[in-house]
């Protein structure tokens, strides 16, 4: 068991197809693990064994592209037949017919789901807690968080529970997490991965993503995900060439733009110094590394309200007939939004479109921007947010993740990458923006980041 916790998902992957192991082995495995470790962290909230063993033994496994590996689903995700709440207490009995197309798509290409990985209230905020489930901890030190939304996932990857997990992220909730956890999350291009979506279909902000422990993991993952749907208006084929492919044949980059606070932001100093140490990784594979950003100053405003609109849109009437089950942060983000004005609205959408025009200037000269992921390392789970760094004092709940969400606002692929750890080994990522629709290359030259950094992902037992 612990020999099959410890290979990444690529070489459990292999194992697989060679006809070494069985996809029985990795789902005992799975459920080995989170009987051990999940006590201490509460990451994998919902299990689902006998579906997860019947799907285990479906004839043809073996020709797929997953072989039958387990996957965590975040509890956002619909799983047919098996309870998904979106850690809300206006869901908490609710056991959809048909799952997330997304989860489909995984499943048909050979993922397993095991269960369903915690995070907060319809994934708002970056500190995963609700009132179903309770909180979850970071494995690195269980009286912190451990980000948000896609909390459950980043622990049960930290931890070994699962080789693979997906993820959602709006403003950094496949990031955050990643960074707190020392795991990998990406943030693939709008219509990457085909998703359901009953009140937003047109949305281009909140985006479904893979998660694990590499980079080259993240790709295979993201090839079981990606691809064109009838369902989804805005989902795109697959590329000709597969994103591991593209991770495997790799691109060293050129001009990289280092910016830790994106030019305006304020953040913890110990994450700054981890982040500058991190970014001589590329000027040692030749590349020039230069102080630099698109200017990113006016993104809080133009997510604030356009995030307030998907709250309003997906949940008016969550507020109208359930108001005393929601968490007063969601709550505010509802009320937010049905107190815009057309006015606000359009000039939201003209900032963010002189905002990609600046953008895509920018990476007409480099090949990628490196800044943190997060402005604090993990912060005690009890916090609901981060209210203060050097001095500033941020609005509301969302208010401290602007070092994500500026990037959501330009629609170029993302990812975060584990870059170090504080004197307390607190774990870093570093986030690494690519160019506006080039995933594979960002993949690519993430991994190639990966392998220099010498960071180690094996699995670890929660610290207390």
Known sequence: MTDLISMTAVEAVDSLHKGDTKPEDFVDAAYDRISKVDGPVNAMVTLCPERARAAAKKPGLKDTLLGGLPVAVKDLNDVEGVRTTYGSPIFADHVPARSDIMVETVEARGGITIGKSNTPEFGAGANTFNEVFGKTRNPWNTALTCGGSSGGSAVALATGMTWLATGSDLGGSLRTPASFC???????????????????????????????????????????????????????????????????????????????????????????????????????????????????????????????????????????????????????????????????????ERARAALYARVASFFGEYDLLACATAIVPPFDVDQRYVEEVNGHRFDNYIDWLAMSYAITCTSCPTISVPCGFTENGLPVGIQLVGKPRGDGELLAMAHLFQQASGISTQPIEPKG
């Not at 993240?218 to 991770?247: C, N, T, W």
């Not at 044949?249 to 994450?271: E, I, M, T, Y």
């Not at 000027?283 to 993104?299: F, I, K, Q, R, S």
């Open 182 to 348: 020392n795991v990998v999350g990406f943030r693939p291009s709008p219509g990457t991965v085909a998703r359901s979506s009953s009140s937003m279909p047109y949305d281009n902000l909140s985006v479904q993503g893979p998660m694990a422990r590499t980079v080259e993991d993240v790709a295979l993952f993201l090839d079981s995900m990606a691809g064109v749907h009838i369902e989804d208006p805005i989902s795109r084929p697959s590329p000709a060439k597969s994103y591991l492919d593209q991770v495997r044949n790799p691109k060293a980059p050129k001009r990289v733009a280092l910016s830790p606070n994106l030019g305006f932001l304020q953040v913890d100093p110990r994450v700054t110094e981890i982040i500058k140490g991190a970014a001589g990784t590329f000027e040692a594979m030749g590349a020039t590394v230069e102080e630099a950003c698109p200017d990113l100053t006016d993104t809080p405003d133009i997510f604030q309200t356009m995030r307030a609109l998907i709250f309003v849109t997906g949940h008016a009437l969550d507020l109208e007939n359930h108001r005393d089950k929601l968490k007063p942060d969601v709550i505010w983000n509802i009320e937010k939004g049905m107190g815009l004005n057309a006015d606000e609205i359009g000039k939201a």
